[in-house]
């Protein structure tokens, strides 16, 4: 059964943009940090930022290496990363830039959720909120505050808002009608689904490991080393991958679009994040779900969408209009 595509999506879009001309993105000015940010610390996430780095960090003790875990963390980092975040939580549940079955977009949810960004609903809100505010006083992680502001200060200090009910009504009530995101929203459980599939790396490379050395020991080193790689760097990874869209294409790259944000297009952002480094494109056609506009702008999350789309598991995809060389800035 296909998903409701219907939906009533909060009209959080700005309009779109035209290709670029003269005095692209002028007048943005230096901001301070948004209304409702009052300097207090989010610990919870703070903390686990902290402790999730540190266990990363383990990857350099040679105990903890295996080509396996390093393999692991590779494919982790593009199916579990790329489908999760890029896919899921963005093309898909943000933008609604095509529908797919339920059971699979939830699938898709979870992998989402393995990435530790949070539960789709919050992370949806967050975004749409960018959108509607993108490098305005009230965009929630815009740059021009500072880069640090813009690739992860604004996750480690509370934003009253963020707590409050009009802004997952106003933001995310259409994804707050499936009890599925209600459940992961509620009791912090969109964080236990990460520590049980951190847990399952833990177990797998365990049997592994002692089914290959025929030791408790050789299982132990193996589970080991599934958790640092497969888990705590392929997590680092993906964070700040998808913090470099937030903070680096704010701030540098190039333009195809006049937008009235600072959005940029960065190829090398784009390569680390299978296309969402395509920035400037994505803010000017939103809703589309490819957002390489270009033919040279590769976009390898729009190539998944599209064999879903060949296998009947994607419908109403928002394909690009066809993009004019002639319209690029010279």
Partial sequence: MAADSTLELPDTDAPEADPVGAGADAGLRPLTRPPGVDGKIF??????????????????????????????????????????????????????????????????????????????????????????????????????????????????????????????????RDLLKDRFYMRLEKNFMWFWVYVIHAALFYGAGFAVGWATSGTTAGGVQLAMSWLVWAVFVRTVAVWHVTWAVNSVTHLWGYRNYDTKDASRNSWWVALLTSGEGWHNNHHAKPRCVAHGHRWWELDATYWVVLVLERLGLATEVVHPKRYEPSEARR
């Fill in 43 to 172: 610990w919870y996430y703070a903390v686990a930022f902290v402790l999730i780095h540190v266990a990363a960090c383990l990857a350099f003790v040679p105990y903890f290496f295996s080509w396996s875990g390093v393999v692991l963390a590779v494919l982790g980092y593009y199916w579990i990363g790329a489908i999760g975040i890029n896919l899921c939580y963005h093309r898909l549940l943000t933008h609604r830039g095509f529908v797919c079955p339920k059971w699979l977009e939830h699938f898709f949810a979870i992998l989402g959720v393995c990435n530790l960004q949070d539960a789709p609903a919050r992370w949806v809100a967050i975004h749409r909120m960018h959108h509607q505010f993108s490098d305005m006083d009230r965009d929630p992680h815009s740059p021009l505050v500072d880069f640090l502001w813009g690739h992860v200060g604004w996750l480690v200090y509370q934003n009253k808002y963020f707590a409050t009910a009009d802004f997952y009504d106003r933001y995310a």
